[in-house]
């Protein structure tokens, strides 16, 4: 396995310092990455979103990095969704010229609306499917493959990913499993993990300390999950995800391609990456 990282891991160090998103790019490098996700892209004013992208992918090539994933936002449910297949298919042009070869769209954050009497999932189900099969076949034409993550709440449940991936059914489509993030669906990471590696295309490393809801929620810090737990991004190895665990089935698993760190705690994100790094080789040496 090699090791990248999410920019959202170090978003916190723009801005200061004179540091920008490209920045970035040296930064990650010089923790010790491989490789480098690019958690959505911040347009300089007056800039066009896919020539910024070739300038990031240069920036990489001359640190000498390489570019791996691409990751951004979606809503099927709640937008136009031809429109948004339209924007996504955009979103695909701009990975191409990253020089990334996959790409993480969500899928919805849940009805928002009150237009809909049914809120459930069973409902929302058609209309992902349809959005994501759309862009998985426009983005196979450009060597770009497609997938969701257990990620938003709505779309977390490692059930409802797994009826989305093989509702769309291509094999240009997968899933990019998040360790951490079933824990916002109050879900059991090793089992949920396990469930879905026949499906997997990118896997993230993330971390948290988490508290019962059975106890008084914390003050500062901590967000709630779907069943009333508190969650705090944590240091990778330094919380309660068992990241260990989760690594050794993706490798038994076959999988070995690049494992993205993903940093969303309070420490000082340079700090907390480079030692997330530390774990994630300390891990890897051992299995």
């Known amino acids: 396995m090699k090791f990248s990282i999410s920019t959202y891991s170090l978003s916190g160090l723009v801005g200061k310092n004179g540091v920008t ?48 994933q691409y990751s951004i936002g979606a809503d099927f449910l709640n937008n136009d969704i031809e429109k948004e297949i339209e924007r996504l298919k955009y979103e695909v042009d701009v990975a191409s010229a990253l020089g990334v070869t996959g790409m ?9 609306g009150e237009e809909r009497k049914t809120k459930g999932f069973s409902e929302a189900l058609p209309y992902l499917i349809k959005g994501c099969k759309a862009v998985t076949e426009y983005a196979k034409t450009k060597g770009i493959r497609t997938m969701m993550e257990n990620h938003g709440y709505f779309c977390q449940d490692s059930d409802r990913v797994e009826k989305i991936v093989t509702g769309v ?6 899933l990019l499993l998040d360790m951490g993030n079933f824990l916002c669906a109050d879900e059991n ?10 499906y997997v295309s990118f896997v993230h490393a993330k971390d948290f300390h988490v508290k019962s809801g059975n106890n008084i929620a914390p003050v500062d810090g901590f967000f709630t999950t779907r069943g ?27 999988y070995d391609y690049f494992v993205t760190l993903e940093f969303e705690g309070h420490e000082e994100p340079r700090m907390a990456c480079e030692w997330g790094l530390n774990t994630l080789k300390k891990y890897i040496s051992l299995m």
């Open 104 to 112: 993480r769209h969500d899928g919805t954050s849940g009805f928002l």
């Open 21 to 68: 998103e490209k920045d970035l790019i040296k930064i990650a490098k010089e923790i010790g990455f491989q490789g480098i996700e690019f958690a959505e892209i911040h347009t300089p004013d007056g800039q066009d979103k896919i020539d910024y992208a070739k300038e990031l992918n240069e920036e990489c090539k001359k640190v000498g990095i390489t570019p791996v």
């Open 228 to 254: 009333g737990n508190h969650l705090r991004g944590a240091i990778l190895g330094h919380g309660d995800v068992p990241v260990f665990q989760c690594l050794s089935l993706a490798k038994n698993a076959g």
């Open 169 to 174: 059914n291509d094999s240009n489509f997968g």
């Open 189 to 198: 990471p090793v089992v949920a993990f396990g469930k879905l590696m026949p």
